[in-house]
């Protein structure tokens, strides 16, 4: 039988009419008339007539958007909860061929030329190096041609991704904006549109920076724009999830229209992309009673480790003996668990002894910033590295927290 | 005509698919949302999800004590409840169905904003099951578990307030096929069925925790009636619609003939520029227009002895938010002066046989109106009256949105299928509930109950209470009588509320003390008037008991001092003391000494 087609069966001495959805070697699952799906044991059941015609799912409508708006934008889908619909067939998640109905609902869309390309239809967890790369170059294509940037992605690691991103343009005509969603675009309630709404809004703005949109709080009203570098996924399930961390977002979208809260940079004359990235280089999370060995195995021959310290950027002594051991082949920097305020080595004692085994604190630098700022750095200006990761360059060192 | 039932019952304990409890208190958290239509798994927009998404509305949600992340869709669902599993499968046995091997959650669409995920959480549990009636079974199609939506506080025609206490507790749904041939038949079976519900042990038993919903036809289309809160408004709400249908009847067969069409809005704000017509003045000034459409051939239809096609089209306004439609079968009225109205008419080019219709209400909403409402004429020339209609407080219906289809059905992935085991069904075994027939027959013959002591405590829902005291205290009657009688007295006398964990502790001590019936009843009353510990009556003077040698002291005083016979002993035996004694051994002992 195949998925979607009409059967009468019979179950537990009842007779029933239904669509098959699906079976495996144990249970059956069946679409009744009523538009519930049983799933029942293979032995309870008994198919008695299979019609031969499926009932096809029909293409969704599309509305046309007409291409008369000033403003180009070109959506990249990358997959991720803003791009996938439940597959109706397994259950799960899978990513949508054609996105344009979830800008069906987008308040002035035609002030807009909208263009979509699907690039990848990934989980976030499984993006990589490789595929920052791919994004950046498909982003500087579409800037070239004079486009702004909307990237849908799953919101696990965008942090990463838009940092990534950030570091790979030191110059950009367009703004690029990671946006994505933590309701499925399923459901009625979902935060993707709002979010793609606020999105298209942002991209006709002059900031010439990688950014991230998503809600600003759980209501449905304002989008928040955050820096690239600065921002956190701070919630596993909330509409809210993603935060500026240390300083205020770029701008609010609200109901049309928009407002600036802090400087961003302007965009420029050219797209100037460095595509190369070194991904040796690691994230080790300090803890109590953490093995010496364990430490050594996971910073051993890399390039370079940002260290997640607890508090203002502290590890046990015996860990500090490893870093003296390997710091001469192994760049280390610190950075904070605390995810928000900065990193001093000053303070304490066992700070002291961490600078006197050359490890390099990074103030309020996100690690995870840290980390991607130090793939980048590594692969094309290895020669004054630790001086350019301890210099702001994307706004990713606050020099002053405010609050 | 064909009648089915939805019955709808919550559950008390745990919501379905969180933590929360089902009980709770207002908190002053408020959050904003709105709504998008989705497609379905075949690609199609369900009717009634765009019926909705027209009306454009944004949802305000009043966070509850009992609510957290899970009810404000910030947070994906926590495993199904066991018990409110437990409870749906062993009343689908109850109503003779048949259980699913596994239990595969619904996402059913619903934007009215009643959810805040956009859709209803909803699985089967049983099919094909039946209950009997005096009239033949009446077979049940589907027995669903389900989350309840939120309690809606307000509307109007930019948002609707709801309140996140009710969203999520558990409801079991029972759906009937049209089998139920009349009013009073539908009224039995909705008893019957409610009877099992009742009986369950967490059934949540508040003023709205159950709720019926009617499917209606008469050969013009199938009509759900949602919310049918009372027994007595099933019979009152399918007369209303037999009525309301067969008039409709009428009114296409004479339209048909006619013809009938709506013209387009004419915005006549200016010609009530001086207006002394309250309503219409405050309108205006809250920056609404007026705005009048000629409907041909519908005079004296709209609101003329049986005729009611104005409230039909008003129904439309409504759920658009715009309320007070007036029209031509009401005029002169609202206010509106001769000269006005006259002018409304010439501008409209009013013939005799037209109506006209006034609406109060935002430029920008008219366009959507206008096609509601033709859509609207045309469904009842045609008389193709399928629909959902809402029950309202007095027997009526009013019209709500397009009948939903099955494309507003798709799977609830956040949810794991469910293997109904033989554990669970054991479990389930054991709180099947019990048909009234068997209860009664039950109270009648094993606990020797008259039959109006078995009616009270079936009318009341007692029988459970009434099992687990009998476990207890095993005096059948005595037990009867302190629920159908001592106690409502005692609430009403005092305006208490004894609860069933009071009334255990008591008779727990009145079983270990020897008290009969009189000694509860004090202990009961005491215990309401002075709100005492429970443990404290034991030692009250009043609840103590006479023993042999103290009863023997009263009489020797009483047959010394008076004329006391074996009919006035206990009346006078009860004025020399405060303290319980039992009157038999009272009237033994008096035989005693007497001889």
Sequence with gaps: MLTGQKIEFSYKDNDYNGIFISSDNEKTTIKLDNGYNITVKNEDIKIKNVYGNIQKNKDIQMKNVEKHGKNNVYILTTGGTIGSSIDYETGAVKPVKDISYLYNYVNNIDDYNLFHENMDNILSENVDSKKWINFARKAKEKMDNNSSIIIFHGTDTMQYSAAALSFMFEDQTNPIIFTGSQRSSDRPSSDAFLNIEGSIHFSSMDVGEVCIAMHSDTSDNNISLHRGVRARKMHTSKRDAFRTIDNSEIAIYNNGKIKINAGYKKTGKNNILNDKLNDNISIVYFYPGMREEDFYNMVYNKYAVIIMGTGLGHVSENIIKVIKKLSRDVYFFMASQCIYGGVNLNVYSTGRELLKANVIPLYDMLAETAMVKAMYLSANYSDNFVNLMKTNLRGEINNRILW | ?595
Aim: with cysteine; aromatic share 6%.
């Design chain 2, 1 to 595: 005509m064909k009648i089915g039932l939805e019955i709808h019952f919550q559950l008390k304990g745990s919501k379905l698919f969180c933590s929360c409890d089902t009980e709770g208190e207002k908190t002053d958290f408020v959050i904003e949302r709105k709504m998008t239509p989705v497609m379905s798994e075949m690609g199609e927009m369900d009717s009634a999800v765009k019926y909705e998404y027209i009306r454009n509305r944004k949802f305000i949600y009043h966070t509850s004590t009992n609510s957290c992340l899970v009810e404000k869709d910030d947070e994906p669902p926590h495993n199904v409840d066991y018990n409110a599993l437990k409870t749906a499968i062993a009343l689908s046995m109850g109503l003779h169905c048949k259980i699913v091997d596994y239990v595969s959650f619904m996402r059913k669409l619903v934007i009215d904003g009643s959810n805040t995920s956009g859709f209803q959480r909803t699985g089967i549990i049983g099919m094909n099951g039946y209950i009997k009636t005096s009239k033949g079974n009446v077979n049940i199609s589907t027995i669903t578990l389900e989350e309840d939506a939120a309690r809606k506080i307000m509307e109007n025609e930019e948002k609707a307030e709801y309140s996140l206490d009710r969203l999520g507790i558990p409801l079991i749904e029972i759906s009937t096929e049209p089998d139920i041939i009349n009013q009073e038949h539908a009224l039995e079976t909705a008893k019957a069925i409610g009877y099992l519900v009742m009986s369950m042990d967490n059934f949540r038993g508040e003023v709205d925790s159950i709720r019926q919903d009617v499917n209606f036809s008469m050969g013009y289309g199938r009509v759900e009636i949602k919310g049918v809160s009372k027994l007595s408004f099933i019979r009152d709400t399918v007369n209303y619609e037999i009525n309301r249908q067969e008039s409709l009847n009428e009114i296409s067969r004479i339209l048909k003939i006619k013809g009938c069409e709506i013209s387009n809005f004419s915005d006549i704000t200016d010609i009530f520029k001086n207006t002394e017509s309250s309503m219409i003045k405050k309108a205006i000034k809250s920056g609404k227009s007026v705005f009048a459409a000629r409907i041909t051939n519908v005079n004296h239809l709209m609101k003329y002895n049986n005729y009611h096609l104005g409230k039909e089209l008003a129904d439309v306004a409504k759920n658009m938010g715009i309320g007070g439609m007036m029209h031509s079968d009401e005029f002169p009225g609202y206010g509106i002066s001769d000269k006005e109205l006259n002018n409304v008419y010439n501008l409209l080019i009013k013939g005799e046989n037209d109506g006209i219709i006034i609406v109060l209400t935002y430029k920008n909403n008219i366009d959507q109106l206008l096609s509601l409402l033709r859509s609207r004429l045309n469904k009842i020339i045609n008389m193709d009256l399928a629909e959902t209609r809402a029950a309202t407080g007095n027997g009526e219906t009013r019209y709500l949105r397009p009948l939903p289809g099955k494309e507003r059905m798709y799977p609830e992935t956040d949810v794991p299928l469910f293997e109904i085991n033989g554990n669970l069904l054991n479990e389930a075994r054991e709180i099947i509930p019990e048909t009234m027939e068997e209860v009664n027959s039950k109270l009648n013959n094993e606990y020797k109950l008259s039959n109006i002591e078995s009616d009270g405590i079936i009318n009341n829902n007692l029988y459970n209470t009434f099992v687990k005291l009998i476990k207890i205290y095993n005096e059948p009657r005595t037990i009867s009588r302190l629920l159908l009688q001592t106690i409502p007295e005692l609430n009403k006398k005092y305006n208490s509320k004894i609860g069933n964990e009071d009334i255990i502790k008591i008779l727990n001590i009145a079983k270990n003390a020897g008290w009969d019936r009189s000694n509860i009843e004090k202990a009961l009353e005491i215990f309401t008037v002075k709100k005492i510990n429970i443990n404290e009556l034991i030692k009250m003077d009043e609840l103590k008991s006479l023993n042999d040698d103290e009863i023997k002291k009263i009489i020797a005083k009483l047959i010394n001092n008076n004329s006391i016979t074996e009919k006035n002993i206990i009346p006078s035996f009860k004025k020399e003391t405060n303290s319980t004694f039992n009157a038999k051994k009272v009237i033994e002992i008096y035989k005693k000494l007497k001889n």
